[in-house]
C-alpha cells in the first residue's frame, strides 16, 4: 500500500529557515499536503501542491515537489516560536479523497 | 459555521463498554473520515462516507462501526471497547467539489480505555 515517511525531530533556531522533508511511494498522488499539528489540537492546513506543479509559495512557506524522486519539501523561512508544532506531510491518490499521513515532523524553535 | 464538531472531547470507558463518538458538520460536505492518532504512528484511516448510506473500511476497521443516515452526521461506535483502541480520534470533512481542496478537521476526541 501507500507509504509516506518523514524524519521524527527537527530543530532550529528562532530566525533561522526549517526545511522538513517527506518521502512517499504512491505515483499516482494528486495532491500532496502539508498540515500543522499544535499541542492538544487538531490539524489544520498549512499548504498544498498539486502533482503537476513543482513549487508553491505562500508567504513564509516554499513547497518544493520532485515527482520523479517522490519528494517533497517544506520549508518555514524565519522560523518562529509560534511555528513549534508536529508538521505532517499527506498523499492523496488519484481519484480518492482518503489521505495517507506520515507520521509527522515534530518542529522545536529555540528561541 | 461551526465546521466539524466532536464530542465527546475526553472519554474514559472500562474494558467491554460500548460508546459511539459524535461528529457533525455544517458544510454540507459530501466525504467524512475518522482517523485515529496514536504516538508515533500518525493519522490512520479507520472508516470513511463519500455520503450518505454509503460507508467503507479504511485502513485499521477492526472493532468500529460507522453509519452514515444523515450529510451532516457520522458517528463512530466502539461495540466492546479495548485498550488497544486508547487514542485520540478525528474526525474530518471534504467537498467532493473539485474546486476545494482542504479536509477540515475536528478538535479530536481523546478516548482511554482501562
Known amino acids: 500500500g501507500e507509504d509516506v515517511e518523514q524524519s521524527l525531530f527537527l530543530s532550529v533556531r528562532e530566525g533561522d529557515s526549517s526545511v522538513i522533508n517527506c518521502t512517499y511511494t504512491d505515483s499516482s498522488s494528486t495532491y500532496l499536503y502539508w498540515y500543522k499539528q499544535e499541542p492538544g489540537a487538531g490539524l489544520q492546513l498549512l499548504t498544498y501542491?498539486?502533482?503537476?506543479?513543482d513549487m508553491k509559495q505562500d508567504q513564509r512557506l516554499t513547497v518544493l515537489l520532485n515527482k520523479k524522486d517522490k519528494h517533497l519539501s517544506l520549508r518555514i523561512a524565519d522560523t518562529q516560536t509560534g511555528d513549534s508544532a508536529i508538521y505532517f506531510c499527506a498523499e492523496e491518490g488519484a481519484g480518492s479523497y482518503q489521505l495517507t499521513f506520515g507520521k509527522g515532523t515534530k518542529l522545536s524553535v529555540i528561541p | 459555521n461551526a465546521g466539524v464538531t466532536q464530542t465527546p472531547k475526553f472519554q474514559v470507558l472500562k474494558t467491554g463498554q460500548s460508546m459511539t463518538l459524535q461528529c457533525a458538520q455544517d458544510?454540507?460536505?459530501?466525504?467524512m473520515s475518522w482517523y485515529r492518532q496514536d504516538p508515533g504512528m500518525g493519522l490512520r484511516l479507520i472508516h470513511y462516507?463519500?455520503?450518505?448510506?454509503?460507508?467503507d473500511q479504511g485502513e485499521v476497521p477492526n472493532g468500529y462501526n460507522v453509519s452514515r443516515s444523515t450529510t451532516e452526521d457520522f458517528p463512530l461506535r466502539l461495540l466492546s471497547a479495548a485498550p488497544s483502541q486508547t487514542s485520540v480520534y478525528f474526525c474530518?470533512?471534504?467537498?467532493?467539489?473539485?474546486?476545494?481542496?482542504?479536509?477540515?478537521f475536528g478538535p479530536g476526541t481523546r478516548l482511554t480505555v482501562t
Open positions: 462516507s463519500v455520503g450518505a448510506g454509503i460507508t
Open positions: 501542491i498539486f502533482s503537476n506543479m
Open positions: 474530518a470533512s471534504s467537498s467532493q467539489d473539485q474546486s476545494s481542496y482542504e479536509q477540515y
Open positions: 458544510m454540507n460536505h459530501e466525504y
